[in-house]
C-alpha cells in the first residue's frame, strides 16, 4: 500500500471514532424516517400475519391437516380461513396509505420549511 491508500483508510477508521456535528440535512433524514417508519413497520408485520393466515387455511384445503386436528371436512373452514388472510393481505396496502397520509399531514410542515431553508442556503 503506498502512503495515499494508507492516508486515505486512516482517515476512514478516524472518522467512525470522531463525532459529527448535526447538520439540518441529518435532522430532515430523521423527520423523514419518523413518517415512514410506523407505516413500513405496520405493513411489513399486518402483511406477515395476512400471509399466515391465508397460508394456514390454503393448508387445511391442500393436506390432511385438517383430519389430523379432528375435522371430518376440511375443505370449507380452510376456504373460509384462506379468505379471511385474502382480505386481509388485500386491505394492508389502503391501510399503510392510510397511515402514511396521517404522519404526512402531521409532520409535512416540518419537513417542507426545514427543506426550504436547506435548498436556499
Do not use: H, W
Request: net charge positive; charged share 20%; hydrophobic share 45%.
Amino acid at each position: 500500500m503506498n502512503r495515499t491508500d494508507c492516508a486515505s483508510v486512516a482517515e476512514k477508521i478516524r472518522m467512525q471514532y470522531t463525532k459529527a456535528e448535526k447538520t439540518e440535512l441529518d435532522t430532515l433524514r430523521e423527520l423523514d424516517a419518523r413518517v415512514k417508519r410506523p407505516a413500513n413497520v405496520f405493513a411489513y408485520v399486518f402483511g406477515s400475519i395476512a400471509a399466515i393466515v391465508m397460508g394456514s387455511g390454503m393448508s387445511l384445503v391442500m393436506t390432511d391437516i385438517g383430519t389430523t386436528i379432528g375435522l371430518q371436512s376440511a375443505m370449507l373452514p380452510g376456504v373460509i380461513v384462506g379468505l379471511v388472510g385474502m382480505t386481509l393481505a388485500l386491505l394492508n396496502y389502503p391501510i399503510y396509505c392510510g397511515i402514511l397520509k396521517g404522519r404526512k399531514k402531521k409532520y409535512g410542515e416540518k419537513i417542507l420549511a426545514l427543506s426550504e431553508r436547506i435548498l436556499n442556503k
